[in-house]
């Protein structure tokens, strides 16, 4: 069996190198790099590249564009050496040389929230019948949600409608 994220740094090389990343590590693992407290007001835009950007232009250095939350600039000027210092380290080589700080509400998205799935009362009964002889019970209520996310109907959904 394959792993799906070796077929997604695939897709999405042209993308992230359009911005200036390698690859899309830099933006996801943006809280373990910088660390948690930086990462809460901040997020990489892009790296701007020396002109002419081939492979070994890039061994040169960039300039890392950040986004901060208004009124963290300054706290980012003064930790700009720690981010760049944290960067190349994360990379293996000195990818950037500059930081340029621009003032903007961050895009994070918003965590996604469980929704449960409803089962209507005839249809749960049968599924805790039909798992009442399995003797291991979290194997029986793993298996119970498992039916309930299955055969249950999603809120909002126009199943059964």
Same mark, same amino acid.
């Given at each position: 069996m394959e792993r799906l994220d070796k077929h997604f740094e695939k897709l999405t090389k042209a993308s992230f190198a359009r911005y200036g990343f390698a690859y899309g590590e830099l933006i996801a693992r943006w809280p373990e790099i910088v660390g948690q407290g930086l990462s809460q007001y901040c997020e990489p835009e892009r790296i701007k590249w020396p002109r002419g950007a081939g492979e070994a232009d890039q061994k040169l250095g960039g300039t890392l564009h950040i986004r901060a939350e208004p009124g963290r600039s300054l706290d980012l000027q003064h930790q700009a050496h720690h981010i760049i210092e944290r960067i190349n380290q994360f990379y293996g080589y000195g990818a950037v040389t500059s930081v340029k700080i621009t003032q903007s509400h961050l895009t994070k998205l918003k965590p996604l929230k469980k929704q449960?799935?409803?089962?209507? !009362? +005839?249809?749960?009964?049968?599924?805790?019948? @039909? &798992?009442?002889?399995?003797? !291991? +019970?979290?194997?029986?209520?793993?298996?119970? @949600? &498992?039916?309930?996310a299955a055969l249950g109907r999603k809120p909002g959904s126009p199943q059964g409608e």
């Open positions: 449960a799935n409803t089962l209507d !009362d +005839e249809t749960g009964e049968a599924l805790v019948m @039909r &798992l009442s002889s399995i003797a !291991d +019970e979290n194997l029986r209520q793993s298996l119970l @949600r &498992l039916g309930a």
